[in-house]
């Protein structure tokens, strides 16, 4: 069926964890940058969880949909829900502070604003999808495909890499916390 495939890129898009941006500045902040990290990590599992449990969900949702209008219902539910909990670990992340470190300022504020951008991405995709006519299947089908590559392209652009920090101190500390692991 048309909705497996693309129910197969966006196993993929779940898979996807990102890219860093160059530092702006070297401010340093009043966390300690183990700290930050750990709050990083603690907000960032969690969201992987529940994007993936979305995933699955979805995907039992598609394989028991008899109709275009069951598939629409089952993946607005998803991006809405995979929108919220990036909005969720935003918030954590932005509550995290600033670390301590090199670049820290600009480090926590990419992170922030991946998390923004993924929300973002995961909002369009919701937005298309519910606009989105299901009289033809296929057409519909095809569309959902499009809306999802979108989704996937912009998801890749908002990501940020925790390994791939330019900051000496925040690299060690997400390669010693135990939540980082």
């Known amino acids: 069926m048309v909705h497996r495939r693309f ?13 860093c941006g160059e530092p702006k500045d070297s401010s ?32 039992q949702q598609m394989n028991v949909a008899r109709t275009a209008d069951q598939a629409k219902t089952g993946l ?15 918030g954590k992340i932005v509550a995290a502070g ?6 820290g300022r600009q480090v926590a504020t990419e992170f922030a604003d991946a998390l923004r951008r993924t929300r973002d991405a995961y909002a369009n ?12 299947a296929k057409g519909f089908y095809a569309e959902v495909q499009k809306a999802f590559g979108q989704l996937e392209t912009e998801y890749k652009a908002a990501s940020v890499d ?18 980082c692991r």
Do not use: H, M, Y
């Open 7 to 19: 129910l197969a890129g966006l196993v993929l898009l779940v898979a996807l964890v990102t890219a």
């Open 28 to 59: 340093r902040g009043d966390r300690a940058p183990e700290a930050w990290a750990g709050e990083v990590c603690t907000a960032l599992t969690p969201w992987r969880s529940r994007i993936n449990d979305l995933t699955v969900q979805a995907q």
């Open 76 to 90: 607005v539910g998803l991006l809405s829900g995979a929108e919220s909990a990036s909005e969720e670990a935003r």
């Open 98 to 103: 600033v670390p301590d470190a090199s670049n």
């Open 125 to 136: 995709a919701k937005g298309s999808v519910t606009a989105l006519p299901t009289a033809d």
């Open 162 to 179: 925790p390994t791939k920090v330019n900051s000496a101190e925040l690299k060690k500390a997400f390669d010693a916390v135990p939540a």
